[in-house]
T-cell receptor, first 117, second 115 residues
C-alpha cells in the first residue's frame, strides 16, 4: 500500500459526459501528480500541483482540469469525454519537488480505470 | 528534453533464470533521479528504487539489483532467480532536479516468467 488513495477504482461513462477522479496523497506529501496510461500513449504526465498551486503541466487536454484543495487532496475533472479518453488514470504524490534530500520519490495510487462507451 | 528508452518490449524467461531489463536515458540536467516501477497485472504502479545521479553505487535488494552507469546513460535492472510473481510490466523513469520534476517514463518492458 503506497498510501495514495484514488477513487473511484472503476468508472464507465458515455461519450460527452463529465467525470471527476479524486486523489488523497500520502500523509505529509505536498505534491500531487496526475498521469494517464493508455495502450497507445503509455504513461503520460498530465499535471502537477504543489501545496495547492499548479506546478507543471504536461500533455493535459483543454477538456481536462485539475485542482488541489487546502487539505491537499486533488481532483481531476474530465469533460466532453471521448472514446479515446478511456485509460487508467494515476494519481501520485511526493514530499517536495526539487530538494536533493527528498530525492523526489513519487508514490502512485492504484489508479482509476475509466471506460468511455 | 528528457527521454527514457526501454528497447525490450517483452521478455519471456523460465523460472529461476536471471533476467536483465535495460534502460537508457537522456537528460541535459546534471542532477537527476532514476526510478524503476513495477506494474503487476492488477494495474497498480509499485515503486522499486530511486537512484540519484551523483551516486553511482550499484544496489542490491534481495533478488533485485540495479546497475547505474553514467558514462553510458544506463540504469539496468536485474532479477536473479526469477519467479512467476515477478511477471509484470517494469517501467524505468527519470526526474530532473532543475527541469521538469515530474517523471518521464519509458515505454515499459513486459516480463513473463514461465513456471
Amino acid at each position: 500500500d503506497s498510501g495514495v488513495t484514488q477513487t473511484p477504482k472503476h468508472l464507465i461513462t458515455a461519450t460527452g459526459q463529465r467525470v471527476t477522479l479524486r486523489c488523497s496523497p500520502r500523509s505529509g506529501d505536498l505534491s500531487v501528480y496526475w498521469y494517464q496510461q493508455s495502450l497507445d500513449q503509455g504513461l503520460q504526465f498530465l499535471i502537477q500541483y504543489y501545496n495547492g498551486e499548479e506546478r507543471a503541466k504536461g500533455n493535459i487536454l483543454e477538456r481536462f482540469s485539475a485542482q488541489q484543495f487546502p487539505d491537499l487532496h486533488s481532483e481531476l475533472n474530465l469533460s466532453s469525454l471521448e472514446l479515446g479518453d478511456s485509460a487508467l488514470y494515476f494519481c501520485a504524490s511526493s514530499v517536495e519537488p526539487g530538494r536533493p534530500s527528498s530525492g523526489n520519490t513519487i508514490y502512485f495510487g492504484e489508479g482509476s480505470w475509466l471506460t468511455v462507451v | 528534453a528528457q527521454k527514457v528508452t526501454q528497447a525490450q518490449t517483452e521478455i519471456s524467461v523460465v523460472e529461476k533464470e536471471d533476467v536483465t531489463l535495460d534502460c537508457v536515458y537522456e537528460t541535459r540536467d546534471t542532477t537527476y533521479y532514476l526510478f524503476w516501477y513495477k506494474q503487476p497485472p492488477s494495474g497498480e504502479l509499485v515503486f522499486l528504487i530511486r537512484r540519484n545521479s551523483f551516486d553511482e553505487q550499484n544496489e542490491i535488494s534481495g533478488r533485485y539489483s540495479w546497475n547505474f552507469q553514467k558514462s553510458t546513460s544506463s540504469f539496468n535492472f536485474t532479477i536473479t532467480a526469477s519467479q512467476v510473481v515477478d511477471s509484470a510490466v517494469y517501467f524505468c523513469a527519470l526526474s530532473e532536479r532543475t527541469g521538469r520534476r515530474a517523471l518521464t517514463f519509458g515505454s515499459g518492458t513486459r516480463l513473463q516468467v514461465q513456471p
